[in-house]
């Protein structure tokens, strides 16, 4: 059972354009959900989190929104770098559940320059 | 500087053998946690420690054990590796807490089963 589901798989942005990566849950009991940003040959990295009490969070060129009716989350990258390419992953958590995170499927993000 | 490393970072095994991929962190993590990573998967848990002596299975465990003796190491081992687990596969850890403590994670070990 996938309880997070990620979409699309892969995107190619133009440089200077906004990459959007889109989830949904089904688990109305998460109330954590982070992102994690992966460059090749190396583990995932914490990039930016959202708790569901608010909407949006944004952090320097990269917004989370969130709609909790919706049961949905996206991660925004304004003015796309080559250096954003990499793949992100969305994930979410019960933060009673002490640490156990369930992530995504992954997107495979390039930027063309 | 904390680190959380992992060895080997590459394997090459046959199909029945058994095979350990070991983690090593020196956060002084409480939580310890093994992953695979498949195309089209994401990232999956196999087992997660929560402290020394602790160990519990995750969604994706069978053919894999761990154990922790210590704080700072989760072995992972696959007691007859079968092609099935020709995977990347990271190691991550956390402190003590809710799941908003943040994980980090290894830089992975490659794993091919013939």
């Known amino acids: 059972q996938q309880q997070v589901k990620q979409s699309p798989q892969s995107l190619i942005v133009q440089k200077g354009g906004i990459s959007i990566i889109n989830c949904a849950y089904e688990n109305t009991a998460f109330d954590y959900f982070p992102w994690y940003q992966q460059f090749p040959g190396k583990g995932p990295a914490l990039l930016i989190a959202i708790r569901p009490d608010v909407s949006e969070k944004k952090e320097g060129r990269f917004t989370i929104s969130f709609n909790k009716s919706a049961k949905q989350f996206s991660l925004h990258i304004m003015d796309s770098q080559p250096g954003d390419s990499a793949t992100y992953f969305c994930a979410a958590s019960i933060d009673s559940s002490a640490s156990k995170i369930i992530f995504g499927s992954g997107t495979r993000l390039s930027i063309r320059p | 500087d904390a680190e959380i490393t992992q060895s080997p970072r590459h394997k090459i095994t046959e199909t029945g053998r058994q095979v350990t991929l070991a983690c090593h962190q020196t956060?002084?993590?409480?939580?310890m946690f093994w992953y695979r990573q498949d195309l089209g998967h994401g990232l999956r848990l196999i087992h997660y420690?929560?402290?020394?002596?602790?160990?519990n299975k995750g969604e994706v465990s069978d053919g894999y054990s761990v154990s922790r003796s210590n704080t700072e190491d989760l072995p992972l081992t696959l007691e007859s590796a079968a092609s099935s687990q020709t995977s990347v596969y990271f190691c991550?850890?956390?402190?003590?807490?809710?799941?908003?403590?943040?994980?980090?994670f290894g830089p992975g070990t490659r794993l091919t089963v013939l």
């Open positions: 956060w002084n993590h409480n939580n």
């Open positions: 420690s929560y402290g020394v002596q602790d160990t």
């Open positions: 991550a850890s956390s402190a003590s807490g809710g799941s908003t403590d943040t994980q980090y």
